[in-house]
């Protein structure tokens, strides 16, 4: 039987002798601990499924998200990594190795404690409810801990250990305040027709939370493949991001209201682009020559090639500039003080797509980020309110026109601001190459 040579590895490095009887023992103790107290007490939830499932929550999500980034910036740091791109492995190898193979003492122990769950728990009505909540959240933080260790790699921060270990802590306690309810009330899947619904469907916000988390999981898989494939040098087109926001955009619209959904599907897929649009341009690699490889292509008409360098940002800008074409001819929404013109809006996330990439293309651009939120801070915050505190309302919406009472007067004045940063980015970008 040959099993994947990097899963092989992993459980070489992980799998330990002394972790195979160490982690049995230590749980063991635990629950021993906990069934006495349950004996003491005699509450209605049992204080050992409880903690089963406490430390279930813990172990797959604390210790599981360690293990994945390890197994890709410990690498880094080791200075194997190039040796392992250099090998005859395919992404999908890589990533199952790589996921599976560094958390399986992680599942050894979770495991243990999802059977000690079912052994002691005294409402086994959800119990298959809780099991898959519990797996596929586990999954899920893993799968995006490896996500964004794969980002850090790229982006050349391999000392993000424990910020990304911070963020499992978190989808920890969010997790468990969905899965401990669930485990404690045997009414909570009760069918209440007007709980939850998706398109006019019917259901529980249990069901449709638990099918959120799959397709989370599904899309973070996707997305590890992707950023695998980016590292072993094996071009990708960007159809795959094209298609994830179209699913976010498809999936939020089912829960819109039937009588509101004309009125608010345009808004919400907006929304899902600019967000997409920020999260991706400020977590993709960018470097000058890509851009001249783009141009290059282009200039050739070798399409497939000139795909194969766009930026993904382009993909999600693209069709939030569809989406803001019918939003333009509606009646522009007010929040207090703000007029929410979606052209202005799409400027804006021009100009602050070419601050960043102003700063990326610097000397320095682990430090474009930093740099990159400094200037929102003056460009969103601090300028603008200085000359409103200065009753200059109208040189206050010159830096921010969502203010001004005129769409053509807000596009014209970001406008202005979106070509001169696009200009300064073209200085320094020829600079650059």
Not at 24 to 40: A, C
Not at 145 to 174: C, D, E, M, P, Y
Not at 226 to 236: D, G, H, K, V, Y
Not at 308 to 322: D, G, N, Q, R, S
Request: charged residues 10%.
């Amino acid at each position: 039987m040959n099993l994947n040579p990097e899963f092989q590895r992993q459980l070489q490095l992980e799998f330990s002798q002394a972790r195979l009887v160490g982690v049995p023992l230590i749980l063991g103790i635990i629950f021993t601990l906990t069934y006495f107290l349950d004996n003491q007490t005699h509450n209605e939830v049992s204080i050992t499924a409880q903690t089963a499932l406490g430390l279930f929550l813990l172990m797959v999500s604390f210790w599981g998200a360690r293990q994945a980034v390890d197994s890709v910036l410990e690498e880094q740091r080791s200075h194997t990594w190039d040796t392992q791109r250099l090998s005859a492995l395919d992404p999908w190898t890589m990533v199952c190795g790589k996921l599976l193979g560094s958390t399986l003492v992680v599942w050894y122990g979770g495991v243990i404690c999802l059977l000690v769950y079912g052994l002691s728990a005294n409402n086994l009505g959800n119990l298959l409810w809780v099991y898959g909540y519990a797996i596929s959240s586990g999954l899920l933080v893993q799968n995006i801990s490896l996500l964004l260790s794969l980002i850090a790699l790229r982006k050349g921060q391999i000392n993000s250990n424990s910020v990304i270990t911070g963020l499992a802590i978190i989808a920890a306690f969010t997790i468990g305040s969905w899965i401990m309810p669930l485990s404690s009330n045997p009414q909570a899947l009760q069918h209440t027709p007007s709980d939850a619904s998706w398109y006019g469907i019917s259901t529980t916000s249990q069901f449709l939370t638990l099918m959120t988390v799959c397709w989370a999981l599904f899309w973070c898989v996707v997305g590890n493949y992707r950023l695998m494939a980016q590292e072993l040098r094996i071009r990708t087109l960007p159809w795959v991001w094209f298609a994830f926001a179209l699913f976010l955009m498809v999936y939020a619209g089912g829960f819109i209201e039937a009588q509101h959904f004309g009125e608010y599907f345009y808004t919400t897929a907006f929304a899902i682009c600019l967000t997409l649009s920020y999260l991706i341009v400020f977590t993709e690699y960018n470097e000058p020559m890509r851009i001249k490889r783009l141009l290059t292509y282009i200039t050739q008409e070798n399409w497939q090639r000139a795909a194969e360098e766009l930026p993904l940002w382009c993909v999600t800008f693209i069709l939030a500039a569809v989406v803001a074409l019918p939003l333009s001819f509606a009646h522009p929404a007010d929040i207090e003080e703000l007029h929410v013109y979606p052209i202005t809006i799409l400027l804006f996330l021009l100009r602050d797509i070419g601050i960043f990439l102003f700063f990326s293309f610097g000397k320095n651009p682990q430090r474009a980020f930093s740099l990159t939120l400094l200037s929102f801070v003056l460009l969103y915050g601090v300028l603008p309110g200085i000359f409103a505190a200065a009753d200059l309302k109208a040189v206050s919406a010159l830096f921010f026109p969502l203010t001004a009472d005129s769409m053509g007067i807000s596009i014209i004045c970001m406008g202005v601001q979106s070509a001169l940063v696009w200009y300064v980015l073209y200085q320094r970008w020829q600079e650059s190459v």
